[in-house]
């Protein structure tokens, strides 16, 4: 067990070594560092936002995804949709929306465990991480999908509307109305830190890879 350890975290840096490159050798922890700030940040902002704009609502109608509730004008968007046959937006993400914050904190601790390994085992600790944006917004594509596909064909206009897609992002136009969709800063935040760790790779690889070839040559 002990080798098997040995052999995940790689080899410890000579201190010679670190007095000499110092910086070489830290960069990859502050990077990683900045990337698990920008996460935690993300919590308490929203992902994703539409607009959705009708002839009796001129000033429109706004909600705003966090990663554990929904904000804004839900109540009169769900009575609008109820016409169409679209379920209520809380029924949506129920599961991910009650697991959000304790997967973002585990998505930290992953990114934390990589600042102390040196070995490529550091990049499978941050690929969850670095793929969260994408799954957040996979994920949300889906639940769109799969409301505005499946309309209660009971509800009052469910013949004036066809089944249909909102866009994730962008903007789009159900009968007489218009959705306007945005990443919120949640997501931005998060994309940011895809991005972060995705460069601190590079920096780790580039600190620790000789360190873990010398080893393996000397074996």
Known sequence: MAKFLDKVMGPKIPPDELARNGARYRTPT???????????ISIFVPYWSMRLEAPQYPDG??????????????KEIDGLNHYIGMRPLEEAAQLERSLSIWAII????LVEGAVVIRTHWAAVLLLPA?????????DLFFWLSNFGQNLDPAAPLSGAIDP???????TGVIGQFKTIARPGPGLI?????SVLLIAGLFFHRRAFKPLVDRETAGA
């Open 189 to 193: 935040l998060a994309s940011i830190a």
């Open 30 to 40: 502050v990077i990683f560092t900045f990337a698990r700030i920008a996460l935690l």
């Open 61 to 74: 109608l706004h909600v705003s995804a966090y990663v554990n509730r929904l904000t804004g004008d839900v």
């Open 130 to 138: 670095i793929l969260f944006p994408p799954f957040f917004l996979l």
């Open 164 to 170: 249909f897609t909102p866009p994730v992002l962008g």
């Open 106 to 109: 585990a998505l930290m601790f």
